[in-house]
């Protein structure tokens, strides 16, 4: 079994910043991409930054420039930093991994969620 928590969500005021962390633990061998989605009430959930094994990056247009997501593979955790929040950042915020387990099973794992709300 692989876990995923997430922790550093929270209440900012617009323009604020939060880091978020996702560590995983169990049975994990290796990890390919590291991803964050986020999804707001009455919203699908989308992508938000995902990252590679080789630490290749890409971001939803709407988080450019602001948002930066990062790993490390010893620590079996993403990170992401976001900066100038805005209103319409608030969601719940889900990681993602694509992870080979020790019996070098693949699979795809989430978190459980951890909200950000942005709000003056």
């Known amino acids: 079994q692989v876990q995923l928590v997430e922790s550093g969500g929270g209440l900012v005021q617009p323009g604020g910043s939060l880091n978020l962390s996702c560590v995983g633990s169990?049975?994990?061998?290796?990890?390919?991409?590291m991803a964050w989605y986020r999804q707001a009430p009455g919203n699908q959930r989308e992508l938000v930054a995902h990252i590679t094994s080789g630490h290749s990056t890409n971001y939803a247009d709407s988080v450019k420039g602001r948002f930066t997501i990062s790993r490390d593979d010893a620590k079996k955790t993403v990170y992401l930093q976001m900066d100038s929040l805005k209103p319409e950042d608030t969601a719940v915020y889900y990681c993602?991994?694509?992870?080979?387990?020790?019996?070098?099973?693949?699979?795809?794992?989430w978190g459980q969620g951890t909200q950000v709300t942005v709000s003056s």
């Open positions: 993602n991994f694509a992870v080979y387990d020790i019996g070098w099973q693949y699979g795809v794992y």
């Open positions: 169990g049975k994990i061998f290796s990890i390919n991409g």
